[in-house]
């Protein structure tokens, strides 16, 4: 029986999901989770693969809006639920499920692709590039003190429910938003993926815990969602606090927050695994070595219209640069471009005829694309060739960002 592509009809997503489920191991969800992703998938962007009534692929996109270098929010397809059997492998359902999706995503306008990947060696031959890195702490607090900036002390701290509190961190949240790329404005039903807390989730942890950050005046200006995990030897407690969102409007509230895990009593380590590789913490730590810092890959970025994409963003410097781009899964962005971008950070992207000074793939192009990777350092990797004396660095210091990109929380 042949294989059939089709958009999801809404009574057919828990069939979809549980195939789903089976390609990511077969350990369903729990109830909560489950029924958070069913009420933000949006069926008509979900696309199944069947071998009669059997599920055997799939995959979604989320509509966001991505902050990318400047603030802008630039409207984005957040890909997801990628999946194919076990046994309808190396028959080309994933092939033929992304270039069904890049060609619907292209159609409704969105300049950007997105996704994180359970696999990142799977996705760069459609054009996704590492755009962004993840970094993991677990400091030993027992050995590590914290030194805090002025008016730390000014900061008054509240222990909240999580979910009466929402508003208040959802506020700060959207706040933080324009100020660093990769970060996804929160789209109605979001809110919710930051208070899902079955017991399923916390491995032995307590329930969802929630601080808030206040000035004197009262104002919300940093909040910090966590969970304690006991635990005992012989010698005394052992435990550690696991913290799952920690974000602040300043300084001030920042290390007001991070003091306050640091000193949560019978726990002796503080365990973050999803931070921006320049978190301040890095600077406020008095041994970064026992603050085990670790990377790694977080979203991924694919540029679906190449011109509309670079548009987008505005630039550190200026430069006037031609790039010859090879894309062979999306050939409508393949050739040279031209991009000029003025003293304010503006740029202009067409089409040119002339010789190209920088070579490089919409792979390429994707990475650098949020400011977190350079150019320089994937020509050192022999991903981007000069063509032109100068013009490497001239373009990567106008692609390069002061703040690094981070993706708070996946999709």
């Known amino acids: 029986m042949a294989l059939e592509m089709r958009v999801l009809q ?31 998938t949006d069926v008509d962007r979900s696309l199944g693969v069947w071998d009669g009534d059997a599920c055997v692929g799939s995959a979604g996109a989320f509509t966001f809006r991505l902050s990318v270098p400047g603030g802008a929010l630039v409207p984005a397809a957040g890909v997801t639920m990628v999946g194919v ?64 900036p002025p008016g730390t002390d000014a900061i008054r701290l509240r222990l909240v429910d999580p979910q009466r509190a929402l508003a208040d961190c959802e506020r700060v949240y959207a706040a933080l938003v324009p100020t660093r790329p990769g970060m996804p404005a929160r789209q109605p039903g979001w809110e919710r993926q930051s208070l899902l807390d079955p017991p399923a989730m916390r491995g032995g942890a307590s329930p969802l815990k929630c601080v808030v950050a206040e000035r004197e005046d009262g104002e919300v200006v940093g909040y910090a969602r966590y969970r304690v995990k006991p635990d005992w030897d012989l010698t005394g407690s ?11 409007l300043d300084p001030a509230a920042c290390a007001a927050l991070w003091r306050y895990l640091f000193s949560i009593d019978l726990t002796w380590t503080v365990r973050a ?57 999306c050939p409508w962005n393949e050739g040279r471009w031209r991009l000029v971008v003025d003293a304010k950070g503006v740029a202009r992207c067409t089409r040119t005829e002339e010789p190209a000074d920088l070579e490089l793939s919409v792979r390429e192009l994707g990475s650098a694309y949020l400011g977190g990777i350079t150019l320089t350092s994937l020509a050192a990797a022999g991903l981007v060739r000069e063509l032109r004396p100068g013009a490497l660095t001239e373009t990567s210091r106008a692609f390069a960002g002061d703040v690094a990109p ?4 996946g999709f």
Do not use: N
Request: proline share 7%.
């Open 85 to 148: 059997s076990p046994v309808h492998r190396r028959r080309g359902v994933l092939t033929s499920l992304m270039r069904r999706q890049l060609d619907d995503i292209r159609a409704g306008g969105e300049p950007l692709a997105v996704l994180t990947a359970s696999d990142p060696a799977i996705y760069g031959r459609f054009g996704y590039g590492p755009a962004s890195y993840a970094m993991a702490v677990e400091v030993d607090t027992t050995r590590v003190r914290l030194s805090v």
């Open 10 to 40: 809404a009574d057919e997503w828990d069939v979809w999901y549980d195939h789903l489920e089976l390609a990511f191991g077969g350990v369903p969800d729990s109830p909560e989770e489950r029924e958070l992703y069913k009420s933000l």
């Open 238 to 248: 052992e435990g550690r606090v696991e913290v799952s969102d920690l974000d602040a």
């Open 406 to 409: 981070w993706l708070p929380h």
């Open 273 to 329: 695994p999803r931070r921006p590789v320049d978190d301040p913490l890095l600077h406020l730590v008095s041994d970064i070595r026992r603050s085990r810092p670790r990377t790694r890959d977080s979203l991924h970025v694919r540029l679906v219209d190449l011109a509309a994409a670079l548009e987008a963003r505005t630039y550190g410097a200026p430069a006037d640069v031609v790039l010859a781009v090879t894309d062979a899964f």
